[in-house]
């Protein structure tokens, strides 16, 4: 509980201030490797203080509102870092590698990088944690019979397309890319991961003209297309030919 307030508080922090975006980075944000992977992630300081820096993988779940919740690494999850610390001074970059495999697959885990100033000033000491997260995805490709749009609705009075999914199968997949159509206008809306029996619950805002009349979701290989009703419905996904 302690290590998920800290997380909070300094995320917080983090989106109150903008402060930390720029000081401090981690890149890539997000990697996908099949099966197993090698890795590498970037960690920078532009600061002109030296900074410390603590790295430390987490797992993950997602709950259908897009929130994570964090929880220590899962056994079944091998991540071989590098280093797990490192001391930056200012405006330096360092290249922290890592190997991983699990025992099953898909898993999903997020490294930490949790950036701290070595000189600790009177008053309030702030952390940055940065997210490196990765998904190891299985050799099977997800099928598109396992994925389900059971709710597709608009809502006038707010604006926004509702849209429940779920993956109802076993695999790993991630939808690239939602786009909201209203004749030959189309919204397009950030993509996001699609875990084996999870559920999501999307709320898409809509600022185009009149009423929206479909909502599309985007994989690597296929698209799944649902109308858009006024009220809550709960129908059978449309599903195009795949590309």
Request: charged residues 20%; proline residues 7%; hydrophobic residues 35%.
């Amino acid at each position: 509980m302690m290590r998920n307030s800290s997380l909070r508080l300094s995320v917080l922090f983090l989106l109150l201030t903008g402060v930390g975006a720029l000081a401090q980075t981690v890149s890539p944000v997000i990697v996908e490797y099949k099966e197993k992977g090698e890795g590498k992630i970037e960690l920078t300081n532009n600061t002109l203080s030296p900074m410390v820096v603590f790295m430390q993988p987490q797992s993950f779940s997602i709950a259908p509102d897009g929130k994570a919740i964090y929880r220590p690494l899962d056994p079944g999850i091998h991540v071989d870092l590098s280093t797990t610390s490192v001391r930056l001074e200012p405006k330096q970059s360092f290249m922290v590698f890592y190997k991983t495999h699990a025992d099953t697959l898909p898993v999903w885990y997020t490294i930490y990088a949790t950036f701290s100033p070595v000189q600790r000033g009177a008053g309030v000491n702030v952390r940055f944690m940065l997210p490196h997260t990765v998904y190891l995805y299985q050799k099977d490709q997800l099928q598109k019979d396992d994925i389900r749009i059971t709710t597709a609705t608009w809502d006038p009075q707010r604006k926004l397309v509702i849209c429940e999914v779920a993956n109802n199968g076993k695999n790993y997949g991630r939808v690239r890319e939602v786009s909201v159509q209203a004749g030959k206008d189309s919204e397009p809306s950030n993509g996001f991961p699609l875990l084996p029996g999870n559920p999501r619950h999307l709320e898409i805002s809509w600022t185009g003209k009149g009423s929206p009349e479909s909502i599309s979701l985007h994989f690597d290989r296929f698209d799944l297309k649902a109308p858009l009703g006024e009220k809550t419905t709960t129908l059978a996904s449309t599903i195009e030919s795949g590309h």
